[in-house]
């Protein structure tokens, strides 16, 4: 017998439904424009919003560290790994949440997933959001708390399900605050209401808010003016507008105390090279000052969705950074990912399980650094390949 037939018969019927995803070699750096597979082009998949990774005092920052401290922490932060570097890095998390402490992990997805089976216990009930992130839906399988998944966004849902948990020790309700394939926000405001009136605790997975959203660019929380209720945990990454890597928890001391003792993603991963550290340090410095470039990255987002409405694309609308073009099946939306990467345009093509069936899409996020004229290149090259992909798939 073949142990390995099972694999391939996988891979197999990946590819027939066209859910087989590969690597693109990128050359370049992830910017408006990069080099990816040897081509230049117009790139629409990245999360680098504000154009960090490539700020002078970004780079300054990290060379400056790598000469002081090395490559590498090595270890993790409970024993060799907790460079200085992070206390510095941790207090401006916090200033810039507004919360008493914060800590970071060496990944947004190993945050989540330390947190959520940290604090929800055996006893208690976590209510999901059915968008959320794959991190906070592995953080709660991990949980030892019963689960409930609410309808999106769904506020009578919610509370419907509040009303049923009074049986439970404790009660935590858990979203993201920009949805990362929708690009909608979440109704924080109401969310928090409904966790006060019914004795709940609110986490919020402010990933594609933080550095982009609210006037500080603290993210989602400080958009709805909620900063004030220190009550709610903010969880986040390193990885998107702030240009780096890792990840962090902003809540109160004691909070963070505890997930310092007994959060195991935390305990048992190597802490994060030193450059790194010392770039999130001063790229959470310039989002906290120039609002100019958030503007231009909202900006630069409301000019290409007029545009799309204007050519009558199919997307979903919001107020983020975050455009999702639906396509349709997955099979159409990769056909039309390739075609539109030979006009120039890099968009990636998000599909099942990511997605639900049949609403496929290209995932278009634009950043700060696009100019009006990759704007005007990018709706060319999106009709051109709406008209080849509609030839084919006519019926």
Not at 122 to 132: A, K, M, T, W
Not at 156 to 173: C, M, N, P, S, V
Not at 218 to 246: C, H, M, P, W
């Amino acid at each position: 017998m073949d142990h390995h037939s099972w694999i391939k018969d996988e891979i197999g019927r990946l590819r027939q439904n066209n859910l087989w995803r590969s690597l693109r070699s990128v050359e370049s750096l992830p910017l408006g424009r990069a080099k990816i597979d040897g081509r230049e082009i117009i790139l629409l998949g990245s999360n680098n919003y504000l154009g960090l990774s490539a700020h002078p005092q970004v780079i300054e920052a990290a060379k400056n560290a790598l000469v002081g401290f090395g490559t590498g922490s090595s270890g993790s932060r409970l024993t060799t790994g907790n460079l200085n570097l992070y206390a510095e890095l941790e207090e401006k998390i916090a200033k810039l949440k507004q919360t008493e402490a914060a800590i970071v992990f060496s990944s947004g997805y190993l945050a989540n997933i330390g947190v959520i089976s940290v604090l929800a216990v055996e006893g208690d009930l976590i209510l999901s959001d059915q968008l959320n992130h794959a991190s906070i839906i592995d953080g709660c399988r991990l949980s030892k708390a019963e689960k409930l998944i609410y309808l999106h966004s769904d506020l009578t849902h919610l509370e419907h399900l509040l009303k049923d948990a009074g049986r439970y020790q404790r009660r935590w309700i858990i979203t993201d605050g920009v949805f990362s394939m929708d690009g909608d926000i979440a109704p924080l405001p109401a969310i928090y209401d409904l966790a006060c009136r019914y004795g709940a605790r609110l986490i919020v997975d402010d990933a594609h808010g933080f550095g982009v959203l609210g006037r500080k660019g603290s993210g989602t929380v400080e958009y709805f003016g909620l900063s004030k209720n220190r009550d709610i945990i903010q969880i986040g990454t390193l990885s998107k507008a702030v240009g780096g890597l890792g990840g962090y928890v902003a809540a109160s001391k004691n909070l963070i105390d505890l997930l310092i003792n007994q959060a195991r993603s935390f305990i048992f991963s190597t802490g994060l090279p030193p450059a790194t550290l010392a770039a999130a340090a001063a790229a959470v410095d310039i989002i906290h000052s120039c609002v100019e470039t958030r503007q231009k990255l909202l900006g630069n987002a409301r000019k290409l969705k007029n545009e799309l409405h204007q050519h009558k694309f199919d997307f979903l609308v919001n107020e983020t950074q975050i455009i999702p073009l639906i396509i349709g099946s997955a099979k159409r939306t990769l056909h039309f990912s390739e075609v539109l990467f030979e006009h120039g345009v890099y968009a990636p093509a998000i599909r099942p399980p990511t997605v639900p069936e049949g609403t496929s899409r290209l995932r278009i996020s634009v950043i700060a650094t696009h100019t009006d004229d990759d704007i005007r290149k990018v709706i060319q090259a999106l009709i051109e390949s709406r008209t080849s992909v509609d030839k084919i798939y006519q019926l």
